[in-house]
């Protein structure tokens, strides 16, 4: 009798608290790994400026992908309305970034100083990824995602601000680091409020 009431008390036990789900079977992690797939499939040779603006595109569309699945699929009013500013900031800028590649005439050469800092800053956001525990919540994985995934665009602002040369994209990428700061703590201060653990 002892040993059932055990028994039924560690059941009981693992039933509460986080419940996790295989990176490989959720929806927020696999746009997280087509973004990846696609940055690292851009050729790098071009000056910073360019390569900065080309591949902060990509990196937005991840962004707004994930933002799209949780304005769909999630439950947090708050959480959603931090995903529709994402959205909205982020396709903002796409535009400006597309306007900027459409006008400017490169005029530095290769930086490889700059191109070995975005590779690690890009390798870092994947490993960081592919660390957070996801629960298949559609509103603790965007929010346990967006964090990376602004710390590796605000990595790259920084590199983009030291390397280029261009005062439009130094000006954009300082707007970046601004407000992705800002979204970092939005996103930290949820995830402590509703932590499961």
């Not at 050729?43 to 400026?49: H, R």
């Not at 710390?151 to 000006?171: D, F, L, Y």
Request: charged content about 25%; some cysteine; proline content about 3%.
């Amino acid at each position: 009798m002892l040993l059932t009431a055990s028994l039924f008390l560690a059941s009981c036990e693992q039933e509460e608290g986080l419940e996790t789900q295989p990176h490989d079977q959720n929806k927020m992690m696999t746009i997280m790994h087509q973004m990846m797939t696609q940055m690292e499939a851009m050729p790098m040779n071009s000056e910073p400026d360019i390569d900065f603006a080309k591949m902060m595109v990509m990196h937005h569309q991840g962004a707004i992908n994930m933002a799209q699945e949780e304005i769909a699929n999630g439950k947090d009013a708050e959480m959603i309305a931090i995903a529709q500013k994402i959205k909205s900031e982020q396709e903002k800028e796409i535009q400006e970034f597309n306007t900027f590649l459409a006008s400017y005439q490169a005029d530095q050469p290769m930086n490889m100083a700059f191109h070995m800092e975005v590779m690690e800053s890009m390798e870092k956001m994947g490993r960081e990824s592919d660390l957070r525990v996801i629960t298949g919540d559609t509103d603790q994985d965007f929010a346990q995602l967006m964090i990376p995934h602004h710390q590796a665009a605000m990595e790259n602002a920084k590199s983009v601000i030291e390397h280029g040369n261009s005062p439009v994209i130094k000006t954009m990428a300082q707007k970046i680091i601004d407000s992705q700061m800002m979204d970092i703590k939005e996103l930290q201060e949820w995830l402590l409020e509703h932590k499961e653990y």
